[in-house]
């Protein structure tokens, strides 16, 4: 059975730092790529960052303070989290993507809330 399990979320003053990490198992971790995203109340679902084998593509929002990485050996991936802001707020999950599909997110997580205090 493949779970995606998140943790390191939690209640942060703007400025700070949260560190995510997200436990894949049941599957080939190395066979996927593996994105972050977070949806906020009220609001669409959106793309935060992705990682395929190394580096990152991040949303604009995002971009500069986001750092995503993985951990093949661990079968986890993570999302440094700087500078935040308010408007981070959001429940933040990850989902992993057979890499012949790429974007095509197959399983999800069940998603961690990072609340970011002015």
């Known amino acids: 059975q493949v779970q995606l399990v998140e943790s390191g979320g939690g209640l942060v003053q703007a400025g700070g730092s949260l560190r995510l990490s997200c436990a894949a198992s049941?599957?080939?971790?190395?066979?996927?790529?593996m994105g972050w995203f977070r949806q906020a109340p009220g609001k669409e679902r959106e793309f935060v960052a992705a990682i395929r084998w190394s580096g990152g593509s991040y949303a604009d929002p995002v971009k500069g303070r986001f750092t995503i990485s993985r951990d093949n050996a661990k079968n986890t991936v993570y999302l440094q989290m700087n500078s935040l802001k308010p408007e981070d707020t959001a429940v933040y999950s990850c989902a992993a993507a057979f890499r012949a599909t790429p974007n095509n997110y197959n399983y999800w997580g069940q998603g961690t809330q990072v609340t970011v205090s002015s």
């Open positions: 049941g599957l080939t971790f190395s066979s996927y790529n």
